[in-house]
């Protein structure tokens, strides 16, 4: 199944190039008191609300995808976790090229482990990507994104699949420079999620999923997660070693070689196999 939010915060499932609107079923949800849970009430009900989401699509409104304005499919991810370096290649280009590293050690991720970006970065493919510093480098970094469905802690690998709501497309934008990494890439706009939500069954093996990436056409990236230096399961056991894991917490789980900069006026799309494309321009930041 593939569901999306759109618009004003609507539930959709997507078929084809249509949406259904099925808003209705977030009716269901357990009404909540202050103070609001640390994690998303939609992928937390999940698997109870789909039957009647599929129950919804028979007479629901639908729009043409061309129609709408899509947000990122997890409203309210409790944290953003990233992994840096996960692909062997982009690790050597990250040592070789002074303008990422900025000489800052660069080290394997089982070393320097996971980081945090925060949630006022995300956005869907419907807004652009703003550069809040375009007299810096910004750069563009496809990455695969693993959407936690339920609660674990100390998640063995081979249980960790099972912990696994679905998977999306994304972007983890970044400034380069001398400060740490969840502060360069944590800036408004700099996480790109969508164009929505592929529930894990119909990712049979998200251990062989194939992407690029393209600026203005031209390819910059091309990977597939085959390619990890920590696979999901190691990535989902590693983090959940160090954090609690909740319903709707977002794992970015690495990007590969070909990372470059971005400028205004760029438009950049990602397709990522089994899930979908996500296309957004580049602007500039405007300043208050």
């Given at each position: 199944?593939?569901i999306?939010r ?7 499932v997507?078929?084809?190039?249509d949406?259904?609107?099925v808003?209705?079923a977030?009716?269901?949800?357990p ?5 609001f ?15 009647r989401l599929?129950?919804?699509?028979e007479?629901?409104p ?12 997890v ?5 953003i ?5 996960n692909?062997?290649k982009h690790?050597?280009e990250?040592?070789a090229?002074k303008e990422i590293?900025?000489a800052n050690q ?9 980081f ?8 869907g493919?419907s807004?652009?990507v703003?550069?809040?510093h ?16 339920k609660?674990?802690r ?9 912990y696994?709501a679905?998977?999306?497309?994304g972007?983890?934008m970044t ?7 969840s502060m360069?890439?944590?800036?408004d706009?700099?996480?790109v ?6 529930t894990?069954d ?15 056409g031209?390819e910059?990236?091309?990977a597939n ?10 990535l ?5 070693s160090f954090?609690?894991?909740n319903p ?11 990372v ?17 494309t996500?296309a ?7 300043t208050?």
């Open positions: 199944m593939r999306c759109f618009d004003n915060n609507q539930l959709g997507v078929q084809g190039n949406i259904y609107d808003s209705a977030l009716a269901l949800l009404e909540q008191a202050y103070p849970p640390g994690h998303d009430l939609l992928i937390a009900n999940l698997e109870s609300l789909r039957p599929m129950q919804l699509m007479n629901a639908k729009k043409a995808l061309t129609d709408v304005q899509l947000l990122a499919p409203a309210n991810p409790g944290k976790i990233a992994a840096p370096v692909y062997l690790l050597e990250a040592r090229d590293h900025h660069i080290g394997e991720i089982q070393r320097v482990g996971l945090l970006k925060a949630n006022s970065s995300l956005i493919v807004q652009p703003e550069l809040a375009p007299e810096r480098r910004n750069d563009h970094e496809a990455e695969v994104v693993v959407v936690i469905g609660t674990g100390n998640i063995a690998a081979k249980d960790a699949l099972q696994v679905g998977y999306c497309a972007l983890d400034t380069r420079g001398p400060e740490e990494r360069r890439k944590s800036i706009t700099y996480t999620l969508g164009p929505w939500l592929v894990a119909e990712i049979p093996d998200p251990g062989s999923l194939a992407f690029r990436l393209t600026v203005n031209e910059r990236q091309n997660t085959k390619d990890l230096v920590i696979d999901i399961p190691h989902i056991e590693f983090a959940s954090y609690t894991l709707g917490d977002l794992i970015f789980t690495g990007t590969p070689e070909g470059g900069p971005v400028e205004p006026g760029d438009r950049i799309e990602m397709e990522l196999e089994g899930v979908g996500i957004v321009n580049v602007t500039t930041m405007e208050v």
